[in-house]
């Protein structure tokens, strides 16, 4: 009598609290399958500010070191003069606006964006840094200068530099922020970077 119980039992299948806990845990793998997708789309897109900025610094310590000296001719036997600074605050944000970033990615203009009308335009900015992007960006990028490096006498008195990457990666008018900050101290020829770049809201 006992074995034909069990044998009827073991035929009739799944018990209905045996397919509840599976599906439950089949939803709950699910659940964190797609939340572990999101995130790392996310933290890919986010790499682009960080090497970005990366780049941005790069460049800015370079400007440092290079001769800035009049495009003009020199008389045999005279000299011009040498001088050497950091490129100065951006003219513009690239793009202009957060709304081209946000929930989309934005083709920049290689000269309309990149370039600036300014006499000096090697002296500040985006051309002077090098720096451009050739390629659909999720962020907006700004390059500050405060302090005032002058140019021709090559003094640095402690400016400080900030290389922000802005975005708004969901679309949800809440904006990311990264941003490199580097100083270069009074005396020194060379800009000393943070070790990482500052981030706020870095998955928005």
């Known amino acids: ?99 081209s970033v946000t929930a989309k990615k934005y083709t920049s203009d290689p000269i309309n964006d990149w370039r600036t009308t300014a006499a000096n335009e090697d002296q500040v900015g985006w051309h002077c840094l090098k720096f451009s992007i050739d390629q659909p960006q999720y962020y907006m990028y700004n390059w500050t200068e405060t302090g005032g490096v002058s140019c021709t006498s090559g003094s640095i008195t402690g400016e400080t530099f900030d290389a922000v990457a802005n975005g708004d990666l969901d679309g949800n008018s809440v904006t990311s922020t990264f941003d490199l900050q580097g100083q270069a101290p009074s005396g020194q020829t060379q800009i000393i970077w943070a070790p990482k770049a500052l981030e706020t809201l870095p998955e928005e």
């Open 1 to 99: 009598m006992t074995i034909r119980r069990l044998g009827k039992r073991a035929s009739a299948g799944f018990t209905l609290i045996e397919l509840m806990i599976v599906v439950a845990i089949i939803g709950i793998l699910a659940v964190l399958a797609i939340y572990g997708v999101s995130r790392y789309l996310k933290t890919s897109k986010t790499a682009e500010a960080t090497n970005n900025l990366g780049a941005i610094a790069k460049n800015a310590s370079e400007s440092l070191n290079r001769d800035l000296m009049a495009g003009t001719f020199v008389n045999p036997g005279s000299s011009t003069a040498v001088g050497h600074c950091v490129c100065g605050t951006a003219l513009a944000k690239v793009p202009t606006a957060i709304a």
